[in-house]
């Protein structure tokens, strides 16, 4: 009798512990940072060339190229960068960075976004900020935080764009968001002159609405995976262009409920070397 009953009781506890499992869902996409990228240059063709390799290994669901993807704004870097980029057989996404378009001295943004969607159909070419949808349970969020006029190391979020994100959380109330930048909110270090700026009200935001599951960001050249205290992570990537020329894979593991308390989804963070 009682081994029946052991039967029995291992049986349930099997049968829940798999339904468990069950739920469990998982989201792994990749993140390259400050590619710097200058037409000619043979030798980050060929690490552009092999990071299209790693990434057929990695199977990421999305690639997210976080600004600074050219290091002087003229467009025949940007045309050679993106025929670099061509091989990569994921989605992938580009977040622009204080290097790469602005009209002093440079491309115009519309300009710039025009060659990126010329190569690029998961981008549309009038589209400084915008989102997209990795599966049901996500929103990807792609902010710009550069200068219009002129480049500048200091980031913002423009009132416009804050108003416009407030607004997809308002509209997706039940989908956890993470959201691309190329300055960080939080950065890796204080430096200063790398700072964003006017980051009071953007904080507000993140506060208020406790479904934003992470901010990945580029810029400062270090990669760090800090917490903030509403348990927002806040993901800085390495630079591409520096040796060993490495990126960050994403996994996070999550069940259907965990845009109601994104700080307990599990995230890893890898650093993958091309």
């Given at each position: 009798?009682?081994?029946?009953?052991?039967?029995?009781?291992?049986?349930?506890?099997?049968l829940?512990?798999?339904?468990?499992?069950?739920?469990?869902?998982?989201?792994?996409?990749?993140?390259?940072?400050?590619?710097?990228?200058?037409?000619?240059?043979?030798?980050?063709?060929?690490?552009?060339?092999?990071?299209?390799?790693?990434?057929?290994?990695?199977?990421?669901?999305?690639?997210?190229?976080?600004?600074?993807?050219?290091?002087?704004?003229?467009?025949?870097?940007?045309?050679?960068?993106?025929?670099?980029?061509?091989?990569?057989?994921?989605?992938?996404?580009?977040?622009?960075?204080?290097?790469?378009?602005?009209?002093?001295?440079?491309?115009?943004?519309?300009i710039?976004?025009?060659?990126?969607?010329?190569?690029?159909?998961?981008?549309?070419?009038?589209?400084?900020?915008y989102?997209?949808?990795?599966?049901?349970?996500?929103?990807?969020?792609?902010?710009?935080?550069?200068?219009?006029?002129?480049?500048?190391?200091?980031?913002?979020?423009?009132?416009?764009?804050?108003?416009?994100?407030?607004?997809?959380?308002?509209?997706?109330?039940?989908?956890?968001?993470?959201?691309?930048?190329?300055?960080?909110?939080?950065?890796?270090?204080?430096?200063?002159?790398?700072?964003?700026?006017?980051?009071?009200?953007?904080?507000?935001?993140?506060?208020?609405?406790?479904?934003?599951l992470?901010?990945?960001?580029?810029?400062?050249?270090?990669?760090?995976?800090?917490?903030?205290?509403?348990?927002?992570?806040?993901?800085?990537?390495?630079?591409?262009?520096?040796?060993?020329?490495?990126?960050?894979?994403?996994?996070?593991?999550?069940?259907?409920?965990?845009?109601?308390?994104?700080?307990?989804?599990e995230?890893?963070?890898?650093?993958?070397?091309?």
């Amino acid at each position: 009798m009682l081994k029946k009953l052991y039967i029995l009781l291992l049986t349930f506890f099997t049968l829940i512990s798999s339904q468990s499992l069950s739920f469990a869902e998982e989201l792994q996409f990749a993140q390259v940072s400050d590619i710097h990228y200058l037409y000619p240059d043979e030798q980050m063709d060929k690490y552009l060339y092999f990071l299209s390799l790693s990434l057929k290994k990695q199977h990421p669901s999305f690639v997210v190229f976080l600004g600074d993807n050219v290091d002087k704004s003229k467009d025949t870097h940007v045309i050679s960068l993106m025929r670099a980029l061509h091989s990569i057989n994921s989605d992938y996404y580009l977040v622009l960075g204080d290097k790469d378009a602005y009209s002093f001295g440079g491309l115009e943004k519309n300009i710039y976004l025009d060659i990126v969607s010329t190569f690029n159909s998961n981008q549309k070419n009038d589209e400084k900020y915008y989102y997209f949808k990795p599966n049901k349970d996500f929103i990807c969020v792609v902010l710009d935080d550069t200068s219009d006029f002129a480049p500048s190391t200091h980031g913002e979020i423009s009132d416009e764009q804050l108003s416009w994100l407030e607004n997809l959380l308002i509209k997706y109330p039940k989908k956890m968001f993470i959201i691309f930048e190329h300055s960080p909110l939080v950065p890796p270090r204080v430096e200063y002159k790398m700072s964003m700026l006017n980051t009071e009200s953007y904080q507000n935001l993140i506060k208020k609405y406790k479904n934003i599951l992470l901010i990945s960001s580029g810029h400062y050249h270090q990669e760090a995976v800090l917490t903030d205290d509403n348990g927002v992570r806040h993901i800085s990537a390495p630079a591409f262009k520096d040796i060993p020329h490495s990126y960050q894979m994403i996994k996070i593991i999550y069940d259907e409920n965990s845009y109601k308390s994104p700080d307990k989804v599990e995230i890893s963070v890898t650093k993958v070397k091309v």
